[in-house]
């Protein structure tokens, strides 16, 4: 994949996942639940079950968690030379998405700060208080 078209397609894939996107005046959440039905959307993001009885914080490709009490999941991964990662917080309708050309970068670290100073000083949905 060319590297200046990856945010593109990173961006497009996180956006057809949220929930009051529109396009051309258009729900996403048609689009949405035509690639997947919302089963299957929900299973990605709710932590699995091992078959003991274990609950992890990893559902299908995401890791599933919480961040300053709001549910968040993400997915990074890389390749020599590059680290990405995306988080989402669906009941909040935002996602952060970090992109970086460096190995020993952390970019899930980053995209945390980010949504930090966002939380702490954005009128947004998501709570100042957390």
């Known amino acids: 994949m060319p590297q200046e078209n990856a945010e593109d397609d990173v961006d497009r ?3 057809a996942q949220m929930e009051s996107q529109h396009i051309s005046g258009r729900s996403l959440t048609v689009f949405r639940e035509s690639l997947l039905p919302k089963v299957t959307w929900e299973r990605m993001w709710t932590p699995a079950t091992l078959t ?3 609950k992890v914080d990893y559902g299908f490709g995401w890791a ?7 549910r968040s ?3 990074g991964g890389g390749i020599p030379g590059f680290m990405t990662y995306a988080e989402r917080f669906p009941e909040d ?3 952060m998405i970090v992109l970086t050309n460096s190995a020993s970068s952390n970019p899930a670290e980053i995209a945390r700060d980010v949504v930090g100073h966002y939380i702490l000083t954005s009128s947004h949905p998501l709570d100042a208080a957390d």
């Open 13 to 15: 894939f996180v956006t």
């Open 93 to 95: 309708d935002l996602a």
């Open 73 to 75: 999941v993400g997915h």
């Open 64 to 70: 599933v968690g919480e961040y300053h009490g709001h």
């Open 52 to 54: 003991d009885g274990t």
